[in-house]
């Protein structure tokens, strides 16, 4: 069983940066995908960024934050970063954590394992 748990969310300016973790308890998910995705109300959750596990090669795909965030993993500590730089007036949204074996990353249904969110807020 996996357990993900997001943390780090709040407000932030508009220009300025913010760091999502995300700690995983459980399964150490060595061979899957962990992703960031994003949803705001009334909207379909929609695709961040991705990364396998412990490699250096994440995936954002056509995601918004592209060039502008940037994921990483830390295996001594079993989380999940988001690095969130230049932040935007249209990033604000609940931030999830999820993780699932490799296939279609930027598909929310790939992944089974999910956290609870955490809430980004943007001031400009």
């Known amino acids: 069983q996996v357990q993900l748990v997001e943390s780090g969310g709040g407000l932030v300016q508009a220009g300025g940066s913010l760091r999502l973790s995300c700690q995983l308890s459980g399964d150490t998910l060595r061979e899957y995908c962990m992703a960031w995705f994003r949803q705001v109300p009334g909207k379909e959750r929609e695709f961040v960024a991705a990364?396998?596990?412990?490699?250096?090669?994440?995936?954002y795909g056509n995601s918004p934050a592209r060039g502008r965030f940037t994921i990483a993993t830390d295996g001594a500590k079993k989380t999940v970063y988001l690095h969130m730089n230049k932040v935007k007036p249209e990033d604000p949204a609940v931030y999830y954590c999820a993780g699932g074996a490799w296939g279609s990353p930027i598909d929310s249904s790939e992944y089974p394992y999910w956290g609870q969110g955490t809430q980004v807020t943007v001031s400009s």
């Open positions: 990364i396998r596990w412990l490699s250096d090669s994440p995936y």
